[in-house]
């Protein structure tokens, strides 16, 4: 960002600005542009620094201020230029800078506001949602045949043409799962952006909600557990539907095919280990900033530790959790046993499990469909192409997801010590 003359007399203009008492910490504001997800917590005197600032004051009188009334000396100079770096500073002395939020994507359906969503997150809908998902639950209890069962799943003759009657319904699904996280930001002011993404090796549909940071921490909540709400409301909702309506029987089939694979997407979300939406609860209820991250780097120090020791040398880093709160750091090194083996026995499974399934499934698919132009059967060679096609089509968006989002993977390096960080 170009550097700016600042001066004792300068009037310093900012962005539209969150500042925010820290959820922990009276003596810590958040402060933080939501429009860029960019946040930092400062001392408490420096949020009024910024008030005073945004009140027109020029630099050197809210030195003054602060120390008349505070007793306390501050640079103001020094506050403002990384203000700036950040991106927060619009202007000083009325000339513009560059903003680096116009090259950030634009939050999507920008017309949605907190007037037209908060309704959904209010007292009345809660009351109503868990009459609903009670009803349901007491409905399986009097008629435990409509509790889910695999074989549900499969409510048709062919599998191609059931997969992909089952994929756009679960899309569909997982569409409105996105949209009720976005919706839940938006009833608090937050923008979002709904995109894919991958977790490990799956590849899932997100919510880019940075911004919520700049809500207190019992606000959050709503965003991050707004998306299992609707799923739990869509399976209790279908399964009264299939138990007191007189649905057709391919109506019905698809209902509880339906709950089936909804059912199978919650214990993603248990997967704890990754970002899923219950790992966003979880650093928050440990009262951690950066769960995932840390817990990482804690483990790579773990591991160039026990290498170091092996070669009887000196650990060439240093432990990443030292600079942390004591609970944050418990929290982290505790944290990073189950990340390092949860994604472990993940990908495990799927080594040894799912990628050879999905191999032998290809083979068989290929083979109905070599069959088809021998004289075997031509509906069951169309069902396999079509499935062939579905499962294909997912595979390249991950491939295409992945390397999008780690570019700095694939890039020729000039020397060793070039690194990348992620925010």
Known sequence: MTAALITAESLIGFHRLIVRPDDDDPDVVVVGRAEIGEFIELPAVYGEAIRLLREGLPVSAVEERLAAEQDVEIDVTELVEALTELGFV??????????????????????????????????????GWLLVVGAALATLVVRPDLLPHYADFFWGEYVGLTVLVNTVMVSLTLSTHEMMHLMAARSLGVPGRIGFGTRLHNLVVQTDVTGVWGVPRRSRYRVYLAGMAWDLFLMASLTLLVAHVALPPLTKALFQALVVAVLMTIPFQLQVYMRTDLYYVLRDLLRTRNLFDDGLAFARYLRARTVARLRRRPCPIEDPTSELAPHERRATRVYSVFLVGGATVSLSAFALFAAPIAIAALFRVVGAIVDGFNGGSVLRALDS???????????ALFVVTFVRNHRHWFRWRRSADQGTSVA
Do not use: C, N, Y
Not at 92 to 111: E, K, N, T, Y
Not at 117 to 127: C, D, G, N, Q, T
């Open 90 to 127: 619009d202007s000083v002395d009325q000339d513009q800078l560059p903003d680096p939020g116009a090259d950030v994507p634009r939050s999507h359906f920008q017309w949605l506001t907190d007037r037209h969503v908060s309704w959904i997150f209010s007292r009345p809908m809660k009351l």
């Open 385 to 395: 192409g079509l499935l062939l096609l579905i499962e294909g089509a997912i595979q």
